[in-house]
């Protein structure tokens, strides 16, 4: 397309410049022998005359040339103009809309039962170290040992363990179904080992009276409070664990 509008333009300025080259040889052609000296000229020689009207005959040729170009070339202009028109313009395809992300948002019920069950596991390791470890303070962590207090040996000391183990695990039944899979099945089991620690293993260690128990008895109960602590400890983790922006932020799906 670009050719042929290239090739048509160059001929018109070819055969412009032409004509006006023929167009000004007429003109000087008639000026020097007349309007009628080609035609008829009774005071020439016979040759000036057949000079006059060959140049004549060749002008009428390339004047009938070049119009014969113009003509060809318009209607070659014309052609390719229709052409274009006819030609649908190019589409370039528009990308597909991509949706907007739907943004991650707080899970509120998650945070407000992890809180819950958080406060109620502290109120029960208030009461573990206030029997295991009277003289630590409540949030210090437990350390080892078999040297337990004469009232860690004595049932009734243990009521109030008992109550806040009991509190935690009510709490749990009622908040689990907020929490996250992982965070719900690791309280499940670590609940179950607390109820086991204190019903199967330690309460029968322990005596009803004076806290007088013998040394394996004593050793036992101790390695009991042990697991507890570490049972406690692990719920404590889980917790501040699944308390944390990575598993309270519900990522949009």
Sequence with gaps: MDVLLGVAALVVLISVPTLLGLIYLELRQRRMFGPRAIITNERGNNDTAAIAMSLQAELERLRSDVHGILTAVSSNMEQVREEIASREPARIASPAPQPFPEPARIDTDRIAASAELYSALSRLDVAFLAVTRPILLPGEAFDGGDDLPPEALRWESWNDVGAAAYHFAEVFSERRIRLDPATRDHLNSTIGSIRRCLTERLYPLLSD????????????????????AADIRDARTTLEYASGPERIIHAPE
Excluded: F, T
């Design 209 to 228: 009276l004076d806290g007088s128990i013998g040394e394996q008895n004593r050793l036992a109960a101790a390695e009991v409070v042990g697991s507890l």
